[in-house]
């Protein structure tokens, strides 16, 4: 024989099995099931969670776009204007003594059937924006999701807006401050 026959001939005997018409075997078949499964649960608890980041993420970024819209309006009608800020979103103001910056409401999230957030600040009822565009009320806003222990937080400071967004390293229980909240680039 040649040496790569015999090569060939090691290697099909190496890898034959005595009865291969025969198939798996029960044992081989639920191992292998065994970790299909385990596989497929580690799988699913990682997309449940990234979905509930992505969801405060979003609701994060939808916060400061609305900030944005409304700096933008005041700035473009060279009107003073306000707006209400709540976990549901951007609205327009309960009472008459400013227009509302823009008319249609900025949700912050989904209306999905377990899309809920975690909210706390301590902005006021209402958000202020001076006919330059230059914001008059500011704080902190910390978002997070019941279902994750993800969250993420907005300092609004004055004159500009956000100021920073970033992880908020602290628990809703205690007093909101902004100096836990520390931009993404730190963590």
């Known amino acids: 024989m040649v040496p790569a026959q015999l090569e060939d001939s090691a290697m099909s005997r190496l890898f034959s099995r005595p009865h291969a018409a025969q198939g798996f075997s029960l044992l081989e078949l639920l191992v292998a099931l065994s970790i299909l499964a385990v596989m497929a649960g580690i799988s699913l608890v990682n997309a449940s969670e990234q979905r509930h980041r992505l969801q405060v993420d979003v609701a994060a970024r939808r916060l400061q ?5 409304a700096r933008l309006f005041a700035l473009r009608k060279r009107q003073a204007c306000g707006l209400r800020v709540s976990a549901e979103g951007w609205q327009e103001p309960l009472s008459t003594a400013l227009p509302a910056c823009f008319s249609s409401r900025l949700s912050l999230q989904e209306p999905l059937p377990e899309a809920s957030l975690t909210w706390q600040s301590n902005l006021p009822e209402l958000m202020r924006f001076a006919a330059n565009g230059l914001l008059l009320d500011g704080g902190i806003v910390v978002l997070g999701s019941p279902y994750s ?25 205690i007093a909101l401050n902004s100096s836990r909240c520390l931009p993404d680039e730190v963590l």
């Not at 776009?65 to 819209?69: A, D, K, M, P």
């Not at 004159?159 to 229980?173: C, E, K, N, T």
């Open 149 to 173: 222990n993800y969250q993420r937080c907005l300092v609004i400071s004055l004159p500009l807006g956000v100021s920073r967004i970033g992880h908020y390293q602290a628990d809703f229980a």
């Open 65 to 69: 776009l609305g900030l944005e819209r």
